[in-house]
């Protein structure tokens, strides 16, 4: 352990991958994955500080409205660990339902402002 703050980011939208040096700069040791299965699998030998995620609405899903109920299930459980989504504006209602069953302690629209993600981290 070195001590810094571990964020898990979940990079299903490769844009959101230029996110790394924002946490790297206010001093987070980053895990990044590219599916949510394998973040689950390291969140079960893992408790970073912060998990950072995509989310999208999948219409065509018959049992979940969204990419991250699997990962966000997971995280339940670890009430320490926040949680901050990145979302398309036009999914605001699919976030809101998914956020009635699941904490998110955090979402931000799409395209991710570096300022309002450095004030959200710093005060995390």
Same mark, same amino acid.
């Given at each position: 352990?070195?001590?810094?703050?571990? !964020?898990?980011?979940?990079?299903?939208? %490769? *844009?959101?991958?230029?996110?790394?040096?924002?946490?790297?700069? /206010?001093? +987070?040791?980053?895990?990044?994955?590219?599916?949510?299965?394998?973040?689950?699998?390291?969140?079960?030998?893992?408790?970073?500080?912060?998990?950072?995620?995509?989310?999208?609405?999948?219409?065509?899903?018959?049992?979940? !409205?969204?990419?991250?109920?699997?990962? %966000? *299930?997971?995280?339940?459980?670890?009430?320490?660990?926040?949680? /901050?989504? +990145?979302?398309?504006?036009?999914?605001?209602?699919?976030?809101?339902?998914?956020?009635?069953?699941?904490?998110?302690?955090?979402?931000?629209?799409?395209?991710?402002?570096?300022?309002?993600?450095?004030?959200?981290?710093?005060?995390?």
């Amino acid at each position: 352990m070195t001590g810094q703050p571990q !964020l898990l980011a979940v990079v299903e939208f %490769l *844009a959101h991958n230029r996110l790394r040096a924002v946490y790297e700069a /206010l001093g +987070y040791q980053v895990h990044s994955e590219f599916t949510v299965r394998k973040a689950i699998a390291w969140l079960r030998k893992n408790r970073p500080d912060m998990v950072v995620a995509d989310f999208y609405f999948q219409p065509d899903f018959r049992d979940r !409205l969204s990419n991250l109920e699997s990962l %966000l *299930a997971a995280v339940q459980s670890m009430p320490e660990v926040k949680v /901050l989504v +990145y979302y398309d504006p036009a999914h605001q209602a699919a976030l809101d339902k998914v956020r009635q069953r699941f904490r998110i302690d955090a979402a931000l629209p799409v395209p991710v402002q570096d300022n309002v993600l450095k004030a959200l981290l710093v005060n995390a």
